[in-house]
């Protein structure tokens, strides 16, 4: 039940000397990174259409409202339904665990381009995608990268869940069979290792990155 210390940090040191721990990083960040990007691109289409059109933004934004106050793991039982016990339905959980809150980020990031922005930009003659390309997109980076700090946070829980209780060689799943064969010391690295590298993710990539995004655009000193 309470394994001793020393034999938890054996039990990493030989999970990543044989390669089982490595792999199962491989496989859940593999996993991670094309739900994470499906994610990106429909939550920045989703929040262009909530801010490009009211009729979307009274309908769909109140719905995506609605659906970011449920957890990803509820999802599951549809996901099982609707694709099987497979790797497609864990896609499915990290896809829907980040959209609405990048689809949120980008919005919000779309609707408090300053007006001076926009005004100067239609008085130099952009319009229509360009006007979008050159003005609205780089003035909503710093929501935007702040969005996929937050939806980077849900992904990664969603796909410890999925994996927990799904199928496929992660994270998710060596922790369970730790369970399964009551080896609490397997259970308790594995937990290590999903808190090490988020924290990693975090920190050295997200947290850096919108660091700099706010002391380029003097929303934070140097």
Request: glycine share 10%; proline share 3%; no cysteine.
């Amino acid at each position: 039940m309470f394994p001793p210390l020393t034999q938890v940090f054996e039990t990493l040191f030989r999970g990543l000397i044989d390669g089982q721990i490595l792999e199962a990083i491989f496989n859940s960040l593999g996993r991670l990174a094309v739900g994470f990007l499906i994610a990106i691109t429909l939550g920045i289409f989703f929040g262009y259409l909530i801010w490009r059109f009211k009729f979307v933004d009274d309908t769909l934004g109140f719905l995506i409202t609605a659906l970011q106050s449920i957890p990803s793991i509820v999802w599951f039982p549809l996901a099982i339904v609707w694709f099987g016990l497979n790797n497609t339905a864990i896609l499915f959980i990290v896809t829907i665990g980040a959209t609405w809150t990048m689809t949120v980020s980008a919005s919000t990031g779309f609707k408090n381009v300053p007006n001076l922005y926009q005004r100067v930009g239609k008085t130099l003659g952009s319009s229509g995608f360009h006007f979008v390309r050159t003005v609205i997109f780089p003035a909503s980076i710093p929501h935007i990268i702040t969005g996929l700090r937050i939806a980077w946070a849900f992904a990664w829980r969603a796909l410890m869940a999925g994996e927990l209780l799904g199928a496929g060689q992660g994270l998710g799943q060596l922790l369970e069979m730790g369970r399964a064969l009551g080896r609490m010391d397997l259970v308790i690295s594995v937990m290590i290792v999903i808190a090490v590298v988020g924290t990693i993710m975090d920190n050295a990539v997200f947290l850096r990155l919108e660091r700099r995004v706010q002391e380029k655009w003097g929303i934070k000193r140097v």
